[in-house]
């Protein structure tokens, strides 16, 4: 079966708590690891938080990839989520483990999607363009 898109859990256990405090440092290695992965960065938004921990979205075409982090217990738990098969969501995994220097990682793959097509592989984006003003009856739907 096809899913129409990939969503990868990172937990990150055991990292350097300064890393994970760092805003700069958070964001820097957040986009990097999109692009890493091949991604087309569309937004990007991070937060700081009092005393300590961030929260980040870096919004690409292809979805999202996510972070919360708590540096009081040298954890993060980072979502990445791609639709199509150009990106990879394991680049941009392993290279958040290591930047983060994380010494207890885990990955869970979840396939988002399953639509029962039998075999065939549905795309993640309509088969024709939108026509201007979005309408939606200009758009051809998979049956």
């Known amino acids: 079966m096809h899913a129409l898109g990939t969503h990868v859990l990172v937990e990150l256990q055991e990292c350097n708590s300064k890393l994970?405090?760092?805003?700069?440092?958070?964001?820097?290695?957040?986009?990097?690891?999109?692009?890493?992965a091949r991604a087309t960065i569309l937004k990007v938004y991070f937060h700081k938080f009092s005393p300590f921990g961030i929260s980040g979205a870096v919004v690409?075409?292809?979805?999202?990839?996510?972070?919360?982090?708590w540096p009081e217990y040298k954890y993060a738990a980072v979502d990445i989520f791609t639709c199509g098969d150009l990106l990879q969501p394991q680049v941009a995994a392993d290279y958040l483990?290591?930047?983060?220097?994380c010494k207890s990682p885990s990955i869970v793959e979840v396939k988002r999607g399953l639509?029962?097509?039998?075999?065939?592989?549905l795309p993640h984006k309509?088969?024709?363009?939108?026509?201007?003003?979005?309408?939606?009856?200009?758009?051809q739907m998979v049956p």
């Open 115 to 121: 639509l029962s097509r039998g075999n065939i592989k």
């Open 20 to 36: 994970l405090n760092d805003l700069k440092k958070v964001e820097e290695f957040m986009v990097s690891a999109a692009k890493e």
């Open 60 to 69: 690409i075409a292809e979805s999202h990839l996510t972070i919360h982090t």
């Open 126 to 139: 309509p088969l024709k363009e939108v026509a201007p003003y979005g309408r939606a009856e200009e758009l």
């Open 97 to 101: 483990i290591e930047k983060f220097q």
